[in-house]
């Protein structure tokens, strides 16, 4: 989770623009999977010409920072087109439709006996959702009375270190956060009041309580526990791992890696417990989450692109974003003073990352200032400063074919213009 470089999880081309581009122009996506859903109807007026962000006077963007929310998330898979389409053309109960589709996730997913899935509208209302399930249980009185927390529980524990911009989610609903860092402090926090334990799976490493041991302890307390693992796949392991471990629900978004829908997330978890989240939610009216409507589309489109994803062969994939890299680095390399780095991320977007890092004393230019001046140059291409890391921190992705050549040239050509 992270507010600008640091917070945000969740390319800035959604799934408008992949329509768009896949009718004036088809090609591939990601060159191991970039089979065409068909043509689609021609477009007049708005969107015409290909590309209604510029229509708009609004810039494309190259995306080599991954699957950001505020650049649009991921570029979906082209089938979703028309599998999307056809839901389109058709009324359903919204209700009904939920439930079929998180059986067949669960089966694709091979979930615990007991478990099932929800399609929410990103994970961030996974999390509401999950957690005013397990407030109100199916007491439709206080499903209408959150985030009036009277005759409910109304505490949930969280680390210290855990705590993040997404957990509002959580406070929405009403309750308090318990932070703790201890294992003692935690059983010392445990009451009648406590609802929930809250884990954010891409703060692992960072916490006193691994995520094992959380599970441990929450089933120890008999207490429902929840993993935020939102942008925390590949690998595509992670969509069961956290079942298997124990956790009760797990969130994860459907518009990052897995290139389901931008605004479709998941929740993962036990029968009941996802029974009472959708109780809390859209299409279900004078409900907190009535909100956060997630339309039949998105529904379907998330089951098709988990069967999509599934299917992808992730090694190849990695290997293809790896060598897209090495082909940057090779070039901005050339330039006196530059040297690169590859590393990838222990849990959240486990993609294959390159550093950039350069001496200043040759190259008058800080990090911050060739991120701004990337974003601002034509077209527009958005590369952190950062990342826990000197220099500018890059993946690739979200890049589109041909892409990595022109972030090559843009990036030499500016270190070479400060160069001494």
Not at 232 to 261: C, E, Q
Not at 337 to 365: C, K, Q
Request: proline share 5%.
């Amino acid at each position: 989770m992270r507010l600008n470089s640091k917070w945000n999880r969740r390319s800035f081309l959604g799934s408008v623009g992949m329509i768009a581009t896949t009718i004036m122009a088809p090609r591939k996506l990601f060159s191991l999977n970039g089979r065409s859903a068909g043509a689609s109807a021609p477009v007049k007026g708005f969107g015409q010409t290909g590309n209604p962000f510029e229509e708009l006077g609004v810039a494309t963007v190259i995306n080599c920072e991954g699957t950001m929310t505020v650049l649009g998330g991921s570029l979906p898979h082209p089938e979703l087109e028309a599998v999307m389409t056809m839901a389109g053309r058709h009324f359903v109960s919204v209700h009904d439709l939920e439930v079929g589709a998180g059986k067949r996730i669960a089966e694709m997913l091979k979930l615990p006996d007991g478990y099932t899935a929800l399609v929410t509208s990103g994970a961030a209302a996974a999390i509401q959702s999950g957690l005013a399930g397990i407030l109100t249980g199916g007491n439709e009185a206080f499903i209408r009375q959150l985030p009036d927390l009277t005759g409910m529980k109304s505490e949930v524990i969280i680390q210290k270190s855990h705590r993040n911009p997404f957990d509002h989610q959580l406070r929405s609903t009403g309750i308090k956060l318990i932070e703790i860092e201890t294992v003692d402090q935690l059983r010392a926090a445990v009451n009648e009041r406590t609802a929930m334990m809250h884990f954010s799976n891409y703060a692992n490493a960072t916490g006193q309580i691994k995520a094992e041991e959380w599970v441990k302890l929450a089933n120890q307390y008999k207490i429902p526990c929840m993993n935020d693992a939102a942008a925390d796949t590949p690998p595509v392991s992670h969509l069961w791992d956290y079942t298997n471990m124990g956790f009760d629900l797990v969130t994860f978004s459907g518009g990052k890696a897995i290139r389901g829908p931008q605004c479709a997330g998941l929740l993962i978890g036990r029968k009941e417990l996802v029974t009472n989240a959708l109780a809390n939610n859209s299409p279900n009216e004078d409900t907190l989450g009535r909100s956060q409507k997630v339309g039949k589309e998105e529904i379907v489109g998330m089951v098709k692109a988990l069967e999509l994803f599934l299917a992808e062969d992730h090694e190849a994939l990695a290997k293809e974003w790896q060598g897209r890299l090495e082909a940057i680095s090779r070039e901005v390399k050339k330039i006196p003073g530059v040297s690169t780095s590859f590393f990838v991320p222990d849990i959240a977007n486990h993609v294959p990352h390159m550093g950039i890092v350069w001496d200043e004393a040759r190259i008058s230019l800080t990090p911050e200032q060739a991120s701004k001046l990337l974003r601002s140059s034509k077209p527009s291409i958005a590369m952190g400063a950062g990342e826990g890391r000197p220099g500018l921190a890059m993946n690739s992705f979200m890049l589109q074919p041909g892409e990595d050549k022109i972030v090559a040239e843009q990036l030499s050509r500016l270190l070479r213009e400060h160069a001494a």
